[in-house]
């Protein structure tokens, strides 16, 4: 169990820039409400505060992306399908611009 505070220099945070992070974002602004793309935005800097605390690694790309997509059908649910079960599909299926090792990694961050 961690105990005490943190935290984290937001000047310091160096958002993922790579072709699979931006995708991420750009279907991120086509599919989502801003509401909900901050949302995704706190999560994984939430995320990342809690792994630095807790003292667990993380890769910041795919973590990033799993963020950025981890809602994307809450909003346009598929009837009778659990949103978070369809966007975490979504989010792992693979894409041109994702490799086999970033699909089975994105599997991997799967509860």
Known sequence: MC???AALDLDALRW???KLARDAIAEAHDTLTPHIVEH???TWVFGKL???V????VDDELTFVACMLHDTHLEHPTPGRCFAVVGGEHAERPRSSRSEEHTSELQSLRH
Do not use: C, F, T, Y
Not at 54 to 57: C, D, L
């Open 16 to 18: 993922p820039d790579s």
């Open 3 to 5: 105990e005490g505070s």
């Open 40 to 42: 995704s935005v706190r």
């Open 54 to 57: 807790a003292g667990i690694p």
């Open 50 to 52: 809690l792994a630095q």
